[in-house]
């Protein structure tokens, strides 16, 4: 179908039904309808029914959508049948940890290699870790679009105008400080530190209530 | 100083301040003002100025915030003084990366050990890793209130249930599923799904502009 703009926040929705409806065991109906899906969620009705009219023409009237042209049509609008080749610099304890998790290629990420100013040899899960000074050779040869950042708060800046001087043009980042880069590259912050002081306060502010 | 109701917002600009304080070399001025850190954050200066003044008091006219006790109060703010125990439950791909990662503890986070329906001996971070029956009881023992949850997302409620029925209060799930709780129970979803969804399309559009 045509690809339609789409707002953030259905594409944060939208890893949520794929998950549920891969979850359905196979021999169920084949079909689904918005109505299932949204008691079985716990979402309105309303919202799931527009969600996934933006990303699915195969809904039929009574019936609901055929399961597997939703799943199929949900993956392609997060291009997860797209491999994106992504570089990561920062071959820290996170790093080495993002590096070796191989679940990301069911989200069509491929992390080719890790760079570093003092590069071990290999990562634990057998990607190839070069000095950073090899990065903007490696980016040109590989034709590489997406950069991940692991490096200290203090150097994420500089590793991100690298980046973009090599060409990437989306960069999902695990350092806790704010980047500037011009408006054609995205930004994505993966914030963990974050979650960590949301929960936190949430148990202090359950521990004083009990006092 | 007292504490104040504070919002997700601010919460989620609070580590940004910290690392930029935290990456100023030692040896240059001890005080720092809101405008300071506004600029070289691209922030607005009132923005910085409110967030400033909700956790810390320290502040000074014409001088601003002496930077170690700023340093102090964010991170009490935080809870990163605070070690909250906490136990994870999946000791797959991500739940093992995530056990052997030890950057957590900077933020107060101390995860005691592993559950899993098919445990194996020790993970590679030398945490422990038990049968999933063992869960109650090692809760109760430890006194645990925060679980991480990186089982696969069909069961991911049925391990939240399981984990609030253990007495566990903060939930932190890698799940891309939607979780029901109890009003008392808050739940922070990491969805680097999402993230790297929302980076995939961006690149596709870029690639696509070229055409």
Redesign the interface.
């Known amino acids: 179908m045509e690809r339609k703009e ?1 707002s ?1 926040s259905v ?2 929705r ?3 039904y ?3 409806l ?2 359905i065991p196979e021999g169920g109906s084949s079909y689904i309808s918005a109505t299932t899906l949204a008691n079985a ?3 309105g009705e309303v919202q799931v029914r527009k969600d996934l009219a933006m990303v699915c023409d195969g809904g039929r009237p009574k019936l609901g959508y055929p399961r597997a042209v939703l799943i199929d049509d949900i993956e392609q609008f ?3 049948d ?1 491999t ?1 080749d992504a570089v990561l610099i920062g071959a ?3 790093g080495q ?2 590096l ?5 290629e069911a ?3 491929n992390i080719l290699a890790a760079f570093d100013v003092a590069p071990a040899a290999e990562s ?1 899960g057998g990607k190839p870790i070069y000095h950073i000074s090899q990065l903007e050779s490696f980016c040109r040869t590989h034709k590489v ?2 950069g991940i950042i692991t490096v200290p ?2 150097h994420a800046q500089s590793v991100c105008d690298q980046l973009i001087s090599c060409g990437i ?4 980042t695990f ?4 980047l ?1 880069v011009p408006s ?1 590259i ?1 930004v ?1 912050h ?15 502010a ?2 004083k209530e009990k006092k």
């Open positions: 789409i953030k594409l944060k939208l890893p949520g794929l998950a549920y891969k979850s969620l716990g979402m997060l291009g997860y797209n994106t820290g304890k996170l940890a993002l070796g998790y191989g679940g990301f989200y069509g990420l634990e679009l997406m708060a203090e043009k989306a960069i999902w350092a806790t400080t704010h500037e054609n995205l994505q993966e914030n963990m530190a974050t979650s960590l002081a949301v929960l936190s306060m949430h148990l202090q359950q521990i």
